[in-house]
Structure formats: structure tokens, C-alpha cells
């Protein structure tokens, strides 16, 4: 099993730039995909971008040119760089990972992190 951990949500002036880090731990695998998601208050978790273990990704069109996603993996190391935030992207940010080749869906993943939490204000 992997343990992840996120790290990098505050409280950021829309405009502004935030990045976020997702470190991991625990059993080294082979190849895994991980991802990015966030949850708002009284709304479903969204799927933010992909990142498969080669470093092709996918980022939702909701945050496409202002979100990307990257990772190291000698460093076990993910991030989620955050430009020309607005306040609908305040939300709870996820860190997840999977040893399968997973989409969209959160219920795909099996390793998580407790979210740090992005707050943007207008």
C-alpha cells in the first residue's frame, strides 16, 4: 500500500497562484496513475487532472490552461499547479493514487490523502 499526503492549501486572492504537493510513501510499485481531485461544499468530487507514472496527463476543461498537473517519481512526488485561481475553485483538493490504469471516477482509486483545503477570495 501507498500513504499519500497533501500539502499547499490556503487561503489565496483570485488571480493569485497557489501549488499544491501530494507526497507518497509505503510500498514502492511498479507503475501506478495518480490524480488530483477537489470537492466543494454541497457538490460532488470532481476529477481536477490525471497523471499516469510515464507523466502523460489530463486536465478537466473546467481548469484547462490555468491548472497543471506534474510528478517526480524518484521523489514520489506529485504537484498541481494552481495560476489565475478563481473563487469556484475553492474546494477541498485530493491527492489519489491507484496501481490500475484509473479515469475519472473517484471510486477508481484506492489510495488517498486527507485534502488540504484551497480557499479563494473575490
Known amino acids: 500500500q501507498v500513504q499519500l499526503r497533501e500539502s499547499g492549501g490556503r487561503l489565496v486572492q483570485a488571480g493569485g497562484s497557489l501549488r499544491l504537493s501530494c507526497a507518497a510513501s509505503?510500498?514502492?510499485?511498479?507503475?501506478?496513475?495518480m490524480a488530483w481531485f477537489r470537492q466543494a461544499p454541497g457538490k460532488e468530487r470532481e476529477c481536477v487532472g490525471v497523471?499516469?507514472?510515464?507523466?502523460?496527463?489530463y486536465i478537466t476543461d473546467s481548469v484547462a490552461g490555468r491548472f497543471t498537473i506534474s510528478r517526480d517519481n524518484a521523489k514520489n512526488t506529485m504537484w498541481l499547479q494552481m495560476n489565475n485561481l478563481k473563487p469556484e475553485d475553492t474546494a477541498v483538493y485530493y491527492c489519489a493514487a491507484d496501481l490500475k490504469n484509473s479515469g475519472l471516477r473517484p471510486g477508481e482509486y484506492d489510495y488517498w490523502g486527507q485534502g488540504t483545503q484551497v480557499t479563494v477570495s473575490s
Open positions: 509505503g510500498r514502492t510499485f511498479s507503475s501506478y496513475v
Open positions: 497523471i499516469s507514472y510515464a507523466g502523460d496527463t
